[in-house]
């Protein structure tokens, strides 16, 4: 039974208990009423209406507006004649009104469907509907401490506690389907790890063995299929043996905090060495994203420029400042020449100028390059936490 379901039938019983109470009530006080007969007449639609309720709340595609008006409909005007059928010395003593506490099954529909403001805007109608029936009877006492103010209290205190209850009810069953989801996709990576694992990457291993011990251009093959070993080795223990990217409470949307470390971890190989804190390091997803992509363009670069046997270092830490993050990116290449990267950025080729520098920029962040010949080259970016 899903949690929909259990609050309908906890309000359908309400009703029903509600409704039974009421016609005690009038049963014993009808022969007080100036109207006795409007007093079976108000029964006669509170238990129409209530068989009629608990038929159209039993469908999920009919708890619209349109039913939702209708019942406070039909309650407001089973309280507005109290004012009708019972006496004015009666309501000025304090009796309970024809529905007594019926009315709330109402306002309770309504915390239901729209939580705690669709609860107190039913309450406080209601309320009106109450306070209007000592206005309409002329009651010689005005407002009766005992009745009607305690009941327009505990209609609001309905209204809003099953609102509040109803929020944090569905949080947590969203929360658990959340949960449930992320077990599922954790089954099916190792699932799926299990089968790489005896295919490709057993086969890759083959590859880079065979390579190096025929030398030549098999060696290269060898070392190209180790470097991809390495590198889905790193993917699937990014997503086994790690826990899923840090998320923030509310729902998963764009921008929504991340952990940047299995962003960065992604690039790990043979001649790529990633080193992370062990927490996680919260971003803004979309910045995750830029700066994963700055790091990517700095690796490609070294792999393009260094030649080969070039190895990189990617660390992930503080920034000198508090909330900021720092990426570096070291090579132990060529390093580059004073003024290479200007005349680069003059010539069109605005690899670094764009991919990297310009990222970093947008973020609000800085990039700082050092480099020198025979020395390698080092870009460290660093940008706000908060994005």
Known sequence: MGLETALWRAVTV????????????????????????????????????????????SDES?????????????????????????TDVNLSLGHPT???SWVAASVLAWAVVG?????????????????????????RTG????????????????????????????DAEARLARAVELESATRERERLARRIHDSVLQV????????????GEAAELGRLAGEQEAALRALIGAGLGAPPPVRARSAAVAGEPVDLRPVLTGHSSTTVTVS???????????????????????????????????????????GPGPGEVTVSVRDDGPGMEPGRLAQAA??????????????VRDLGGTVSIITAPGEGTEIEMTIPSSG
């Open 346 to 359: 003059a010539d069109g080729r605005l690899g670094v100028a764009q991919s990297i520098q310009g990222r």
């Open 204 to 215: 890759l291993a083959m590859v880079q063995k065979r390579g190096n011990e025929m030398g």
């Open 115 to 139: 939580g705690i403001r669709f609860g107190i805007t039913a309450a406080l109608i209601l309320g009106t509907a109450g306070v209007s029936v000592h206005v309409i009877a002329r009651s």
């Open 14 to 57: 309400y009703r029903f208990v509600a409704l039974i109470y009421a016609a005690i009530t009038i049963s014993i006080n009808f022969d007080t009423y100036k109207h006795p007969s409007g007093g079976w007449i108000v029964l006669g639609v509170m238990i129409a209406w209530t068989a009629f309720a608990t038929y159209a709340y």
């Open 98 to 100: 024809l529905p007594v």
């Open 276 to 318: 992370t804190p062990a927490t996680p390091v919260l971003l803004p997803e979309n910045a995750a994203a830029e700066l994963g992509s700055a790091v990517a363009a700095a690796l490609d670069n070294v792999r393009r420029h260094g030649g080969d046997g070039v190895r990189a270092w990617v660390l992930l830490e503080d």
């Open 62 to 86: 009919r708890r619209g507006r349109p039913l939702l008006v209708a019942d406070l409909a039909v309650a407001a005007g089973c309280l507005l004649a109290t004012a009708w059928v019972e």
């Open 143 to 170: 407002l009766n401490q005992g009745s009607t103010i305690n009941g327009i209290v505990l209609l609001f205190m309905a209204g809003l506690v099953v609102g509040h209850v109803v929020k944090l009810a569905r």
